[in-house]
């Protein structure tokens, strides 16, 4: 089965030329001109679930903040990404903030997006697109497929996002000591670690979702007061 995006784009044009292009890369993807036309696509029993959003900021109706705030308060964890021609930090940190996996500015060269888009796709290797093999590892009763972008926990699997294995990733490399959310910025989302933000705490909640029995009070993912998190395995 293809792997399925939405794509939520007022510019016809460019809406059009997207959809071309990934569907000639083997993608499924259903257009919308606005958000409440993707939460209603979403929120229908009668549709799947996509695999990706691809978000626009500036929308009629209800903007693309709004959109992926309500996306997130629903429980869903699709990896979304925001495409949008504001690029201001303050606008990237709250699209972040607001649980956006990554974040790409107008105008844009077409096979940025496309690798964006696989990086964000990725669950199993896919020849030449896969990248080195990763190891897996476990973290308590917790299995982390990393090679798959997938934890597993009683028996149930979780896709996990690129940014999520990333912060996953971080931690398990230096389980036992703290990680400041500084370095975490710098490593796993390429900010100025004196980015003000809460990207990272929203992620490790995210997480501790999947890994923690009981998220109010982990056992394994610790927040380091005023400094950041330490992983313990």
Do not use: C
Not at 53 to 63: Q, T
Not at 74 to 101: K, N, Q
Not at 214 to 226: K, Q
């Amino acid at each position: 089965m293809n792997q399925r995006i939405i794509l939520v784009e007022d510019e016809e044009h460019l809406s059009r030329g997207l959809q071309f292009n990934f569907e000639a890369d083997g993608y499924d993807v259903t257009v919308f001109d606005a958000g409440e036309g993707a939460l209603q696509h979403l929120e229908s029993d009668d549709e799947p679930d996509a695999d990706l959003i691809i978000l626009d900021v500036m929308l009629p109706g209800i903007s693309g903040f709004e959109t992926l705030k309500r996306i997130r308060e629903s429980g869903r964890d699709i990896p979304v990404l925001l495409l949008t021609a504001r690029g201001a930090e303050t606008d990237i940190i709250h699209g972040l903030d607001l649980g956006a996996d990554d974040y790409l500015t107008k105008p844009f060269a077409l096979p940025v997006l496309q690798a964006r888009v696989r990086t964000l796709l990725r669950r199993a290797s896919r020849g030449d697109d896969a990248g080195p093999q990763l190891e897996n590892f476990e973290i308590g009763d917790v299995t982390v497929l990393a090679d798959r972008f997938e934890l597993v926990r009683d028996g149930t699997t979780y896709p996990l996002t690129a940014k999520e294995l990333g912060l996953l990733l971080l931690l398990y490399e230096r389980r036992g000591s703290a990680v400041s959310r500084g370095e975490i910025l710098q490593e796993v989302w390429d900010l100025h670690p004196d980015t003000k933000t809460r990207v990272v705490d929203t992620f490790v909640l995210r997480l501790r979702k999947h890994i923690e029995p009981d998220p109010s009070r982990p056992r394994h993912i610790h927040s380091v007061r005023s400094y950041g998190y330490r992983l313990e395995v």
